[in-house]
């Protein structure tokens, strides 16, 4: 059974930072994408940061928080990271750890196959 657990998020002032992890267990995804998304209060789920190994890293950032965040994984340990930069109060929302079985970077919720429970992350203004 595949399970994937979020930890790190928390209470924030602007302009600070957090580091979520995702342990993912049942399955090894070094080969398949692993994302992030995030849903705030009344808005649909929307897509953050994915990363897969293809020959290389492949990253693939939301353009709202590209040079702010970035994204990682550990193979070793099957955990995928997001460090978040310079906070915002719009970046206020319950984060997602993802992963999917096809080998491409998707910025989909339908190309995922596997959800974490979600992480609040709260940035104050």
């Known amino acids: 059974q595949v399970q994937l657990v979020e930890s790190g998020g928390g209470l924030v002032q602007a302009g600070g930072s957090l580091r979520l992890s995702c342990a993912a267990s049942?399955?090894?995804?070094?080969?398949?994408?692993m994302g992030w998304f995030r849903q705030a209060p009344g808005k649909e789920r929307e897509f953050v940061a994915a990363i897969i190994w293809s020959g290389g890293t492949i990253t693939s950032y939301a353009e709202s928080v590209k040079g702010r965040f970035t994204i990682s994984r550990d193979s070793a340990k099957n955990t995928v990271y997001l460090q978040m930069n310079s906070l915002k109060p719009e970046d206020t929302a319950v984060y997602y750890c993802a992963a999917a079985t096809r080998r491409r970077v998707g910025r989909t919720i339908n190309e995922y196959d596997y959800w974490g429970q979600g992480t609040q992350v709260t940035v104050s203004s």
């Open positions: 049942g399955r090894t995804f070094s080969s398949y994408p």
